[in-house]
C-alpha cells in the first residue's frame, strides 16, 4: 500500500518565465486546469455511443498575488507586453504548465481595509498535467 503524502505550501514553486513567483495572497495561491475534456461522447437517438479523443490542449492557471507582492511588476509587464512565456506549476513529483503562456488580461484591483489581491489568468497553449 502506498503512503499518503503530506502537502506543503512551501514545497509548491510556480515558475513564470523563468522566475520563481512569491507573495501570494490568502487562500489558494494558484490553481490549475484543463480547458476541455480528453474523449468527447455522444449518443443517438437509439442510445448507440460514440467518442472521439479531444485534441484540444488549451489549460488556465490562475495565479493569485497579494497587492504588495514585488512579482506584480512582472506580471503586470507580462500582459501589457503579451509576450509569450514558459509556465510550471511544481509540487513535489507534480507538474502542470506548459512552454506557451500569455496573460490573458490585467488583473482587477481593488483597495479597501486589507491587502487587496491580484489574480492573473494564465492561458497556456500547450498544457500538460504530469504525475512522476
Known amino acids: 500500500m502506498a503512503e499518503m503524502e503530506t502537502y506543503d505550501a512551501l ?3 510556480t515558475v513564470v518565465d523563468g522566475v520563481t513567483l ?3 495572497s490568502d487562500g ?3 490553481t490549475c486546469s484543463k480547458d476541455a475534456n480528453n474523449m468527447e461522447a455522444k449518443t443517438d437517438a437509439q442510445g448507440t455511443a460514440s467518442a472521439a479523443v479531444n485534441n484540444d ?3 488556465t492557471i490562475k495565479i493569485d498575488l497579494a497587492a504588495t507582492s514585488p512579482c506584480n511588476k512582472q506580471m503586470i ?3 501589457n507586453t503579451r509576450k509569450k512565456f514558459p509556465i510550471r506549476v511544481i509540487n513535489g513529483k507534480e ?3 506548459g512552454s506557451l503562456a500569455f496573460v490573458e488580461k490585467l488583473p482587477d484591483s481593488g483597495f479597501g481595509k486589507g491587502v487587496g489581491t491580484r489574480s492573473y489568468s494564465i492561458k497556456i497553449l500547450d498544457y500538460s498535467h504530469k504525475y512522476d
Do not use: I, N
Request: net charge neutral.
Open 11 to 13: 514545497k509548491v514553486v
Open 57 to 59: 490542449s488549451l489549460g
Open 77 to 79: 509587464t507580462l500582459a
Open 95 to 97: 507538474t502542470m504548465g
Open 22 to 24: 512569491f507573495g501570494f
Open 28 to 30: 489558494d495561491m494558484v
